[in-house]
Every structure is written in structure tokens, then in C-alpha cells.
């Protein structure tokens, strides 16, 4: 059950990103993955949903096999996968009210009225009232942002895969985005994979982290755990350090 | 030198097999996607108007300085040899066999192809298309279908409004450069008219509609490389477009006239 990745192998023309990546992601708990720029956590998300296809490997979610998944299959798969795009991928030719509510029109379960409650509601989640008239160019980047999870967590699925939700948001904004995070799995039960840099938000919202390095999960366990670690790639990694870094790798 | 420029000749053709095969797989893509008239059907109209309506202005531009140009022209030519009422047979025949629907299709070729290719390239590069699927929504049956739908539909009808207007200008020209009465031009153009001339106007400019359209959406849709590779997908759209137009006529001419 839930999200499984296993020996999976993702090449880019000759760069190879995925190297035998494999991770179980637990139901109804939040995983975060953490690992450098370029390292293949955005490729990670994209393979869970079928957005690309891995070279080697299985993904899982569920009892279905996504990569061998096509057509309309898949497209039943994504509505119980919500995503938060790392740049926030928004229509820019729709209001944020028409963004969040294209999920729900697709759906087809709800009324137009409900539809309009359930956006209000989704926006008020993110803290953007009364933009709903506004379109995406007239939001600054953090708005956007918000606009983007409120667009997922809109269609109350049963997973959740944010790329990088706080990146370039405001401290106070971060600590509303973890919350929501939480919220999402403690009342609505579902099961979240979270891609981040901001390490204290990792700490505070994961029931598992993980990192990845070369391709594959270099370590991963509870985060309380993360700090007695002794790995270097790790250590330098959450320290900070690049020579203690550059040795390691 | 020889084997570099063979290379860059080899590139561009492994390139342009590769994007057949592309080609191909979306054109599936798009029939297939026909039947979920749900995602597409209500951009249907819309798309209608953007393909079809806001290309009127330009399309009927052209035709009528064309009518204009091709009646002078032929009067010149004409003088003293032929009788000038040919100038209305001239006008007639060029404007609907050819001129009405190639210029018309090129011009649209620049309109629609390019507008279609930047909008959807840009979709692409920021993510749009990828969270389109994110939510479940077929994007070749939200953005392919709608258009090609409509280019379709809309170039037959942009294109007989083209005709009419060429030749009405033409006629006009006629009236008052050349020494031509209405009875005299319409009795050249009549001369050689065929019914179905029309037909296969409107058949080629059917082919131009979805190939422009369908140009523009496969450069888009498969579009890479941020603002510089929507560029680059905008040119190949109205090259690549302007090209396969003078290719079908040339097919049309040879196989149906
Ligand atoms: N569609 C693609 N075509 C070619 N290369 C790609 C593509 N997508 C990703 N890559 C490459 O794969 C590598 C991993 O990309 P990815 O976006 O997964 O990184 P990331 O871990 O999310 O980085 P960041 O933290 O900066 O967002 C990068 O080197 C990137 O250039
Ligand atoms: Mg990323």
C-alpha cells in the first residue's frame, strides 16, 4: 500500500539522476526528502504520478504500478495524488479561483456551489482570502506559491506531494504551510511526501526523512535521529559545511 | 569540414525522424482524445472565435488588395491581345483556386500557428501542461484538440469570405481603374467558373487548418528550454507550417484537379 519506489533508475540523456532509488513512504505519515540542488527530488515527485517514466525500476501506489500504467489509468491515479508544483505551475490564463476549482470540475463530485464553498474554504487554508478574482501575474511569488497548495489540498486526496511548498515564503508563512501539512494528515488522514531545504521544517513536520544523494537515499529514519548521525555526506549536508561535503562526496 | 557538415546533416535528420515519430504519437494522441468531449467541448467555441473570427481582419486584408493588384495586372497584361472582360475570369479563377486559400493559409500560418505554438510552449516550460495532467485533465484533449478542432471548422469559412472579398474587390478595381462594366466583368468571371472550384478551395483550406493549427500545437506541446525554446518553437511552427501548406496545394492540385 501507500507510495513505494523501488530500485528505481531515471536518466536525462546521458546524466544519470536516479541510481537505484528506492523508498517506502508510510500510509497516513508525512516523508520528507531532503538532499541538494540538482540531486533528483522534483524527478522523484514527477515519477510518483506518472508525469515521467523511469529506465529501470517499479513505482507504486497503491496496488497499481504507475509506470506501466497509460491512458486513462493514469488519469484515475492523479485524482487521489494532489501536487504542489515547485514554481507553482499556475493556469495564468484563470483566476486563482478558476486555478483551485479545475481539479474539483474534473472530479465532477461536487455542485457549482460547492465547488465556490470549497475553494473559499481551500484559499482560506493558505491565507489568501480575496484573491480569488486575481490572476496568477498578480500575486507576488509567495502568493503564488499558497495559490498552488491551495489548488492540491482542494481535491482532499488521499496523497500529497509538495515540492518545495516554503521555499521563498515569509517565516510566518512557513510555520502556516507545516500546519497545513500536519493538518491535512491528522484530520484528513492523508499521506504526504514533502520535498524540502528548509531543515527546521523538515524536523518539525516529518514522521520520516530522508536523503538523497547520488541518485539513492543516502540515510533516512526518524529526524529526531538525523543529528546523531555520523555519515559526512550527511553531517556536512544538515551542517552546512561544503568541505566537509566535498570530502564526503 | 566534409564530415562535420555530414554530422550536423545527420543530426538534423535523426532530428526530424525523432520528430515524426513525435508527431505521430500526438496525432494518436488527438484522435484518441476525440472521444472525451467532456474536457474538450467547451473550449470548442471559444477557440472558435480565437482561431477563426480574430483572423477575419487580416485574411480579408490580404484578399482584397490581392483582388486589386490581380485586376490591374491582368489588364495590363490583357491589352490590345484578349478581350478585357477575361480580367473577371483571371481574377475569379486565380482567387479561388489558389490564391484565396494559400495566401490566406500562409497569413494564418504567421497568426494562428505562431499564437498556438508560443502559448503552449510557454505552458510547457512553466509547468502548466504537467499540471494539467497533475489534475487529471488530458492536455491533449484540453489544448490539441480545441485547436486543431477549430482550424478545422473556421480556415473553409475564413477562406470563402476571403474569396468573396477578393473578388468583390477585383470587380470594384475594375469598375473604376479599368474601363470595365459589371456586366463585362461578371461575364469573364463566368467564362471558365466551375462549382467545383469552390469545393476544392474549401477542401484545401480544411487541410490548411488543421495543419496549421496542428503544426503550431505539436511545437508547442513538445516545446523545451525556457523563453529561448519558445522562440525557437515559434519560428519552426510558421516555417514548418508555411512549408507543409505549399507542399498539400501542390499535393491537391496534382491529385484532385
Ligand atoms: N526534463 C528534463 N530533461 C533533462 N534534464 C532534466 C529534466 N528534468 C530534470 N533534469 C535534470 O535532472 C537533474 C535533477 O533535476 P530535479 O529537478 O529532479 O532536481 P531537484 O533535486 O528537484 O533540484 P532542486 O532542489 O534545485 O529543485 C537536474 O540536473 C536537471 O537538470
Ligand atoms: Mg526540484
Redesign the pocket.
Known amino acids: 500500500m501507500s507510495i513505494r519506489l523501488d530500485r528505481v533508475v531515471k536518466t ?2 546521458d ?1 544519470t ?1 536516479l541510481d537505484g532509488f528506492s523508498l517506502d513512504v508510510a500510509e497516513e505519515g508525512i516523508t520528507t526528502i531532503i ?12 515519477l510518483v504520478i506518472g508525469l ?1 517514466q523511469p529506465d529501470e525500476g517499479e513505482v507504486w501506489v497503491d496496488e497499481v504500478r504507475v509506470d506501466e500504467l497509460e491512458g486513462d489509468d493514469l488519469y484515475d491515479l492523479r485524482r487521489k495524488v494532489g501536487f504542489v508544483f ?1 514554481f507553482a505551475a499556475l493556469f495564468d490564463s484563470m483566476t486563482i479561483g478558476q486555478n483551485v476549482a479545475m481539479g474539483l470540475h474534473r472530479a465532477g463530485e461536487l455542485s457549482a456551489g460547492e465547488i465556490e464553498e470549497r475553494v473559499r474554504e481551500s484559499l482560506a487554508l493558505v491565507d489568501l482570502d480575496g484573491v480569488q478574482e486575481k490572476y496568477p501575474s498578480e500575486l507576488s511569488g509567495g502568493m503564488r506559491k499558497r495559490a498552488g497548495v491551495a489548488r492540491a489540498v482542494a481535491l482532499r486526496p488521499r496523497y500529497l506531494l509538495y ?2 511548498p516554503t521555499t521563498g515564503l515569509d517565516p510566518i508563512t512557513v510555520t502556516m504551510i507545516d500546519r497545513l501539512i500536519l493538518r491535512m494528515r491528522d484530520e484528513l488522514g492523508v499521506t504526504s511526501l514533502v ?1 524540502t ?1 528548509d531543515l527546521d521544517s523538515a524536523y518539525r513536520i516529518s514522521d520520516h526523512l530522508a536523503m ?1 544523494h547520488k541518485g539513492r537515499i543516502r540515510w533516512e529514519g526518524p529526524p529526531d535521529d538525523i543529528q546523531a548521525v555520523d555519515d559526512p555526506v550527511v553531517r556536512g549536508f544538515i551542517t552546512g559545511e561544503p568541505e566537509l561535503w566535498e570530502d564526503a562526496s | 569540414m566534409l564530415a562535420s557538415s555530414l554530422q550536423a546533416i545527420g543530426r538534423t535528420a535523426i532530428r526530424g525522424v525523432g520528430a515524426v515519430g513525435q508527431g505521430g504519437h500526438l496525432a494518436v494522441g488527438a484522435v484518441r482524445a476525440l472521444r472525451k468531449v467532456d474536457i474538450w467541448g467547451p473550449l470548442f467555441v471559444p477557440q472558435l472565435a480565437a482561431v477563426g473570427v480574430a483572423s477575419v481582419p487580416i485574411a480579408l486584408f490580404i484578399a482584397a488588395f490581392t483582388g486589386i493588384v490581380l485586376a490591374i495586372q491582368a489588364s495590363y497584361t490583357f491589352t490590345g491581345t484578349v478581350p478585357l472582360y477575361f480580367v473577371g475570369a483571371l481574377v475569379g479563377k486565380t482567387i479561388i483556386l489558389e490564391l484565396g486559400p494559400v495566401l490566406t493559409g500562409l497569413a494564418l500560418a504567421g497568426r494562428v500557428g505562431a499564437n498556438i505554438a508560443a502559448e503552449l510552449g510557454t505552458m510547457r516550460v512553466t509547468e502548466q501542461i504537467d499540471a494539467l495532467e497533475s489534475l487529471a485533465y488530458d492536455p491533449v484533449a484540453y489544448l490539441v484538440v480545441p485547436r486543431v478542432g477549430a482550424g478545422l471548422v473556421m480556415f473553409p469559412v475564413v477562406v470563402g469570405m476571403s474569396m468573396a472579398v477578393g473578388i468583390a474587390a477585383g470587380w470594384i478595381t475594375s469598375l473604376f481603374l479599368l474601363d470595365l462594366s459589371t456586366p463585362q466583368f461578371v461575364r469573364g468571371l463566368r467564362l471558365f467558373f466551375e462549382p467545383y472550384d469552390v469545393q476544392f478551395a474549401l477542401i484545401k483550406a480544411a487541410s490548411f487548418g488543421i495543419t496549421v493549427t496542428g503544426v503550431g500545437a505539436f511545437f508547442g506541446y513538445t516545446c ?1 528550454g525556457g523563453a529561448a525554446g519558445v522562440g525557437r518553437s515559434t519560428t519552426r511552427a510558421v516555417v514548418g507550417a508555411s512549408m507543409l501548406i505549399l507542399v498539400l496545394d501542390a499535393f491537391w492540385a496534382a491529385a484532385l484537379l
Not at chain 1, 538532499?35 to 514527477?46: A, D, E, F, H, V
Request: hydrophobic share 30%; glycine share 16%.
Open positions: 536525462f540523456g546524466l539522476v538532499g541538494p540542488s540538482g540531486s533528483g527530488k522534483s524527478t522523484t515527485l514527477k515521467i515547485q515540492d518545495e520535498i531545504h538523497l | 523545451s
